[in-house]
């Protein structure tokens, strides 16, 4: 119903920073938790973030605490990722989702799992 796109992955050296940009087109709704995940070669796809609607509350991977941060813009539509302190294990295609209408908090692959995907945008920490 949400048709999602990513932008801003690439390759960065280790330690580095990106910005991923997720904008959603279409759809009527809008009150719905969006999150970021990722899912690198042969490994199971991971919770990186997810951030409530409207956007006062945000959720992190173990991992990803103090180095990520989510936000969004709803005027625009879009939710970020801010990326610092990047390492060679951040190296994955990182997808953006946005949960169902009216799933205002979202911290799982199962709370996006009747929401919208992203066809993901390919991140690579060298070094």
């Known amino acids: 119903q949400v048709h999602l796109v990513e932008s801003g992955g690439g390759l960065v050296q280790a330690g580095g920073s990106l910005r991923l940009s997720c904008e959603a087109s279409?759809?009527?709704?809008?009150?719905?938790?969006m999150g970021w995940f990722r899912q690198a070669p042969g490994k199971e796809r991971e919770f990186v973030a997810s951030i409530s609607w409207p956007g006062a509350n945000t959720y992190y991977g173990t991992s990803m605490k103090g180095r990520f941060t989510i936000s969004r813009d709803n005027a625009k539509r879009s939710v970020y990722l801010q990326m610092n302190s990047l390492k060679p294990e951040d190296t994955a295609v990182y997808y953006c989702?946005?949960?169902?209408?009216?799933?205002?908090?979202?911290?799982?692959?199962?709370?996006?799992?009747?929401?919208?995907w992203g066809q993901g945008t390919q991140v690579t920490v060298s070094s």
């Open positions: 989702a946005a949960a169902r209408p009216g799933t205002y908090y979202a911290r799982g692959s199962a709370d996006f799992e009747f929401g919208s």
């Open positions: 279409d759809g009527i709704h809008s009150n719905y938790a």
